[in-house]
């Protein structure tokens, strides 16, 4: 879907699926984050708590991961970034919506820029000494343009596989779900006696919804959790 509107003469600023979504998600944490403000009241309510036990969870790994006196300065955006990914997952679980992280070119591109984040915090940190991030220590002189090559590669290797890797396992249980569910269907609609008969694999599905619910989160930390490290190696040139 794509919402087409004129802007300035020939160009057209389009809002597709992943836009649209991607907004909604925005709200999501937002009006999250706000409905969980609880006024400094005592007694905290469902939403404080979780908003809370999300808090400290992500600012344990921050400071578990960044052991830099300037990690902290990190916190906030590794916080949005997680619960962006985790409202992006939780979404694309409801029926006939849209899962932005399971589109690869959504990913990637947050993937991407945080790799050229990072390298941008190492250039600012070290200067040009952030080039030996690319050498490791004691490398004979012969072989550096070789590990050179492989560091570097190995370095776009990290970004690329940070936005693949969430991708793909949304995609995967997205795809297994729905498959599950048309041979669900198929069997329920033959007769009554299969319908009966379908009840077995629709506990089975159900059970594989609510496991999906959990990577859904796992995958929201797995992603921060790399973050963090990718930031850590750009402070410690490590």
């Not at 991961?65 to 997680?82: D, E, H, N």
């Not at 959504?106 to 940190?125: D, H, N, P």
């Not at 599950?180 to 506990?203: D, E, K, N, W």
């Not at 059970?207 to 930390?221: K, M, P």
Request: aromatic share 12%.
């Amino acid at each position: 879907m794509g919402i087409n509107a004129p802007l300035f003469g020939y160009a057209q600023l389009s809002l597709t699926n992943i836009g649209l979504y991607f907004i909604l998600a925005l709200l999501v944490v937002v009006g999250f984050n706000v409905i969980a403000n609880n006024n400094n009241q005592i007694i905290a309510n469902k939403y404080s708590i979780s908003q809370e036990s999300l808090y400290t969870t992500i600012l344990n790994m921050v400071q578990a991961q960044i052991a830099s006196p300037k990690g902290q300065l990190y916190f906030p955006f590794i916080y949005c970034l997680f619960m962006l990914v985790l409202a992006g997952n939780f979404i694309g679980m409801v029926p006939y919506s849209f899962a932005i992280t399971s589109h690869l070119i959504f990913t990637l591109s947050i993937s991407m820029t945080i790799l050229i984040a990072v390298t941008i915090i190492g250039f600012q940190e070290h200067g040009l000494k952030f080039f030996s991030y690319f050498v490791p220590a004691g490398t004979p002189l012969a072989l550096v343009p070789l590990l050179v090559l492989i560091e570097l590669i190995s370095y776009i290797a990290k970004g690329l596989s940070l936005g693949i890797r969430l991708g793909a396992n949304i995609m995967a249980g997205h795809m297994l779900t729905k498959i599950i569910g048309g041979f669900i269907y198929q069997i329920m609609a033959a007769s009554p006696l299969m319908f009966v008969i379908g009840i077995i694999p629709l506990v089975l599905l159900v059970a594989i919804t609510g496991l999906e619910l959990a990577i859904a989160f796992i995958q929201a930390y797995v992603f921060a959790i790399l973050t963090c490290s990718y930031i850590k190696d750009s402070l410690d040139l490590h």
